[in-house]
Structures are given as structure tokens and as C-alpha cells.
């Protein structure tokens, strides 16, 4: 019968593969073929194995039995043996006749009982080595049977060696995909940074050309600025000398004399008046508080702005009799009135009535800036920093003590608190100052939510600005069918007017448009709402088209952005352009085309925000590789 160990040994291998007394680097140099061969080799093997084993330790029980049945025979057969003995002693001892065979039967006698206690010892002696030679193989068994466990565990470490080492192939056949996907990333931010590089290059270079230019130009003009004051000053005195005469004469049959002793003092009697005024130190304010630097086409156009307004008081005058001032928003002939223009005597009569018409039950709220005045947060801190941005160039807001500066501020942080959805955005401050210029706080307060919350799409001050998104792209498409030949040259050239559209949708036209052009614009927006923005984009390209088609470069069509809306004095084209030249603009053709818009402005953000993720996810792992290396 074979013991455990000859069987542990004839089963350690099988068709040549050892699975015991190998050492790690030859179970390394297995391929994964014969790895996966010698596995399942390996567990019928030790299936074998195990069966050996069961085998054998039932034939050694037999043998145990075996051995204690003989052991208590052989104390039989001593019994036996002795009662055989003793039995003939005494016959031998009954049957002699001498004494000497009595008295060598009676040594034998003794001997026998030495020889008996000599075997009792050796039999507690056997019976201990018995006892110690079942210990032993219990012990035994319990070491086969811890073998047979460690065996089993060992063959299951094995098993998941083998799985681990499949994932790590795959795991490298990951980080190489996402080393060759990282490579590519590069390359495209590589190819992306130098070509923002190239076109802020030529910028610069458009930007310096500019400047050397305006260099030039500022230098004529101080040149001719200086020539121009001798001679401004030389005709004031004369002038002033024939305005004095003047009006000695037209006064001459009430004997009444007037000194007039500057030609600053004749321009506050004259119409200038109306439009500029020339300060004490020099600069030329216009009539709402702006300085300006007064050009000849600004002041004709100023000086036709005067005459229309007059012209149009008198209807405004007859349709307030008519209709009633509340009844303004809803009437048609007002709407027809307002793209004419308000008299700047009445628009804040009018503002206020179309912003309680906007507003509704709402204005009912009362308004508590001193609920939010002192709150210290980013948005309060945001608001300080755009406040001397507003209108710089206006006396009542170029100081923080001035008390349209605390207004505006109080404003601006009031809504921001109240209307935690929306927040603070740049572009609010333009559109609440503007209206402080005619209304009082509260008022202007509500004005500027009237634009934001109801004229306005909500979704154009929120943090996506999806909104103006969608509106850009509606212009485009607008000016396709309305422009064909300037959409033409856009593309052609690769301009996107986005920076255009942006700033002129989110201020009303405020922040991009002269003064006068901008509270025309404003008037129009109060009674129509957001569509009018877009038709004024539109007629801005549209009126200067012959400038922009002359346009050869992408970066010269921005540099006449720049410029084209500031000097946009002509209000009556300008509104000739947007409203009598594009027919058959209505909302609902443009809410059509933002349905539409939306959908694919939408689907490109998502695609966007799942780029960033998987480049910012391949970062980390980039960095996360570098590390562990």
C-alpha cells in the first residue's frame, strides 16, 4: 500500500508539468497557452490526488483494526499460554517423588512469575507505543489534511493569478489607448493655441497699425485743434461784438440792454442749449449730462432730433387727451408714435406709465434696499467694481459719492438679492442707470426688472447665456435671407459678429450706441419688447453695408465694429433701415427660428461639456500615470 508521501509524489506531475517544487521563475516563463493547459492538468491531478489519499487512509484504518484485533489475540494466546503452563508446573509438581524435582519445579515456578512480570511490563510498553503510534497518526492525518487545504488555496491563488494577469493585459492595452488618445489631445490643443496665437498676432498688428495711425491723426488734430482755438477765440471776440449789437437792436423799442460779454454766455440763449453746453473747464457736456466730443454730422443730426421732437409733442400731447396716458402700451398708434420717437419732455411720463404696464401687481411689492445694502458678498462686490464703469463720461456718475452712484448701487444689489435666479450680470448696471437719468430710484428699480424678467428671455443673464446663443444664430440666419450679399462677405472673410451682437442684446444698446441713438432705442423696447433688438442689428449692418462690403480682411471688419455703432448719430435712418427696409418681421417668425436654433445651440453645449470631461479625464489619468511612474 502506498503511503501519502509516494502518492503526493506520483501525483505532482502531469504530461511533464510539475506542479510542486517549482520555482516562481519557471512558472513566469509559461506562456498563456500552456499557463491555461497546465491549470486544468493541474485539477485533475490533484482530483487524483485527493482519491489517492481518501484510499489511503481507509487501508490504514483496516490496518489499525487489523493490528489491535492481532494485539488482543496474541494476549489471548499468552493467557492461554500461561494457564497451559501453570497447569502442567503443576502436574510435574504433583507427580514428583523427590524432593529435588519439587524444589527445581518450584524455582521454575518463580521464574515463570518473573517471566510473567517481565511480559506485563513489555505489554504496557507495547500497549504505550500503541497509544503513541495512534497519536502519531492522528497527527498525521491532521497534517494531510491541512496539506490538502493549503493544496486547495493554493490552487485557487493560482486561479486568480491567472485572472489578474488577464487584466492586466487588458489594463495595458487601456493605458496605451489612453496614451495615444492623450497624444492626440495634445496635438489638437497644440494646433488649437497656435492658431489663437496667429490671429491675436495679426490683431496685434492690426491694433498697432491703428495706433500708429491714430498717433498721427491725435497729432494733426492737436496741430489743428490749436489752430482752431486762435481762431475760435479771434471770431468770439467778433462775435460776440455783432451778438451785442444784435441784440441792442431787437430790444431797441422796449429800451432794454442786454450783456452779453463771451460767446459761452450767448450759447445758453441760443438753441445749443438744447443739445450741449460748454462747462467751465472746457469740455462739451450734451443735454442729459455726457460729455462728448462734438463732430459737425453729431450736431446735425442733434439739431434734426431737436426739430422732430418738437414736431411730435403736440401729437403725443393730442393722443394722451385722446386715449389716455394708461392706455399708451396697448395702442397702436402709440407704438407707431414711439418708433418715431418720445419727446424728451415726456419719456419719463411715458417710461414710468409702460413699466407699470410691464410690471402689473408686481410693483405692488415694496421696495427694501436697505434689506441687502450692507450684505458683503461677491455679488455686492462685483456691483462696486462696475459702478464707476457705468457712464463715466457723465458728471453724476464718475464719483462714489455721488448720489446716483448709491442709487444705482442699491439697485443693482437689491435685484441680485431678490432675484437670486437670475443674479447679477454685467450689462444691468447700463440699463438701470439709463433709467435714473429720468426716473426716480424705486421706479428705475422696476424698470430694470421689467427688461430683465419680462421683456427680455429669461435665459439670456443666466450662467449659460444659452439665450443670446440662440439669437446670434437667429440674426445669421435673418441675415442670410435679408442680407444675402453682406452674409456673403462675412463668410468669405470668416467673421463672426457674435462680439457685435452680444454686447448690443444683453445692454439694450445702451453700452454700443451713442446716447440720443440709445434712448430711441429704448423707447421702441419699452412698447415692443426683444424683437426690436434684433431688427436694430440687422439695420445696423444694413446701413452700413457699402462700408462693410469694402472691407477686404476679417480683423478690418472688427475694427470698423468698433467703431461703426459710436458714431451712429443717424437715428431716423438707422430706424428707416430697421424697420421700414425689413418687412415681415414679426415675433412670430423669429420665435420659429429659435425653436429651431435652440435645438442645435443645446446639442453643441452638450457635445462641448462631454469634450471638456474626457480631456479633463485624460488629464487625471495623464497625471495620475505620471505619479505612480
Not at 524435582?101 to 518463580?110: D, G, I, S, Y
Not at 447679477?424 to 430710484?441: S, W
Request: net charge negative; with cysteine.
Amino acid at each position: 500500500t502506498p503511503t501519502p508521501t509516494q502518492s503526493t509524489t506520483s501525483s505532482s506531475s502531469v504530461d511533464g508539468m510539475p506542479q510542486q517544487g517549482m520555482s516562481p521563475p519557471q512558472r513566469k516563463s509559461l506562456s498563456g497557452g500552456s499557463r491555461l493547459a497546465f491549470f486544468k492538468k493541474k485539477k485533475t491531478s490533484v482530483e487524483i490526488q485527493k482519491a489517492d489519499e481518501r484510499f489511503i487512509d481507509q487501508l490504514q484504518s483496516e490496518i489499525a483494526f487489523l493490528r489491535k484485533a492481532v494485539c488482543d489475540r496474541d494476549d489471548t494466546i499468552v493467557q492461554l499460554f500461561k494457564q497451559n503452563v501453570a497447569k502442567s508446573a503443576m502436574i510435574q509438581y504433583s507427580t514428583a517423588t523427590d524432593i529435588e524435582k519439587r524444589h527445581l519445579f518450584a524455582n521454575r515456578n518463580v521464574l515463570l512469575q518473573e517471566l510473567e512480570s517481565k511480559l506485563e511490563d513489555e505489554h504496557r510498553r507495547a500497549q504505550k507505543y500503541k497509544t503513541i503510534h495512534l497519536e502519531s497518526l492522528r497527527a498525521r492525518e491532521e497534517k494531510a489534511q491541512v496539506v490538502a487545504d493549503l493544496q486547495s488555496k493554493l490552487f485557487e491563488l493560482e486561479k486568480k493569478v491567472s485572472g489578474l494577469e488577464e487584466e492586466n493585459v487588458a489594463l495595458r492595452a487601456e493605458v496605451e489607448q489612453t496614451h495615444t488618445l492623450l497624444q492626440e489631445s495634445e496635438h489638437i490643443d497644440a494646433l488649437t493655441v497656435r492658431g489663437e496665437c496667429e490671429m491675436l498676432h495679426k490683431q496685434l498688428e492690426v491694433l498697432q497699425t491703428d495706433n500708429a495711425f491714430l498717433l498721427e491723426q491725435n497729432k494733426a488734430r492737436e496741430e489743428g485743434v490749436a489752430a482752431e482755438k486762435l481762431e475760435k477765440n479771434r471770431l468770439s471776440e467778433k462775435l460776440s461784438g455783432l451778438v451785442h449789437s444784435h441784440m441792442k437792436l431787437l430790444f431797441a423799442t422796449t429800451e432794454r440792454e442786454v450783456d452779453i460779454g463771451s460767446l459761452s454766455q450767448w450759447r445758453e440763449f441760443s438753441t445749443w442749449e438744447a443739445t450741449t453746453r460748454v462747462s467751465q473747464t472746457g469740455s462739451v457736456e450734451d443735454a442729459y449730462g455726457f460729455r462728448v466730443a462734438p463732430s459737425v454730422h453729431m450736431l446735425e443730426c442733434v439739431k434734426l432730433e431737436e426739430k422732430r421732437e418738437k414736431e411730435m409733442e403736440s401729437e403725443w400731447r393730442d393722443l394722451e387727451l385722446a386715449i389716455g396716458r394708461e392706455n399708451f402700451p396697448e395702442s397702436d398708434k402709440a407704438k407707431k408714435l414711439a418708433r418715431i420717437g418720445i419727446p424728451r419732455s415726456l419719456r419719463p411720463l411715458i417710461w414710468r406709465t409702460l413699466i407699470h404696464f410691464r410690471m402689473g401687481a408686481e410693483m405692488e411689492a415694496e421696495y427694501n434696499p436697505e434689506d441687502y445694502e450692507h450684505l458683503v458678498s461677491g455679488v455686492a462686490q462685483q456691483v462696486d467694481l462696475d459702478l464707476l464703469r457705468t457712464f463715466p463720461s457723465h458728471k453724476d456718475f464718475c464719483s462714489e459719492d455721488s448720489d446716483k452712484i448709491k442709487q444705482l448701487r442699491r439697485i443693482l444689489v437689491t435685484f441680485a438679492n431678490r432675484y437670486p435666479e437670475v443674479g447679477y450680470c454685467q450689462g444691468m448696471n447700463m440699463v438701470a442707470a439709463l433709467f435714473l437719468l429720468f426716473l426716480d430710484e424705486e421706479t428705475s428699480f422696476w424698470g430694470l426688472v421689467a427688461c430683465i424678467n419680462n421683456l427680455q428671455p429669461r435665459d439670456y443673464y443666466d450662467q449659460s447665456m444659452i439665450g443670446v446663443q440662440v439669437d446670434h444664430r437667429v440674426i445669421k440666419q435673418l441675415l442670410k435671407t435679408r442680407c444675402p450679399d453682406i452674409n456673403q462677405h462675412f463668410e468669405h472673410l470668416h467673421v463672426d459678429f457674435n462680439l457685435l451682437t452680444f454686447n448690443f442684446l444683453l445692454t439694450m444698446g445702451i453700452d454700443a450706441l451713442p446716447t440720443v441713438t440709445a434712448m430711441r432705442v429704448m423707447d421702441t423696447f419699452l412698447f415692443e419688447g426683444n424683437k426690436v433688438l434684433l431688427r436694430f442689428v440687422l439695420g445696423m449692418l444694413k446701413m452700413h453695408k457699402e462700408q462693410l462690403l469694402n472691407c477686404n480682411e476679417g480683423m478690418e471688419v472688427f475694427a470698423y465694429f468698433r467703431t461703426m455703432t459710436k458714431d451712429l448719430h443717424d437715428v431716423n435712418k438707422l430706424f428707416e433701415c430697421s424697420f421700414q427696409q425689413l418687412r415681415n418681421f414679426t415675433k412670430k417668425v423669429i420665435d420659429d427660428k429659435r425653436v429651431d436654433e435652440r435645438q442645435t445651440v443645446e446639442s453643441e453645449m452638450e457635445a462641448m461639456r462631454r469634450r471638456r470631461e474626457e480631456v479633463e479625464i485624460l488629464r487625471n489619468a495623464k497625471k495620475a500615470g505620471q505619479d505612480k511612474l
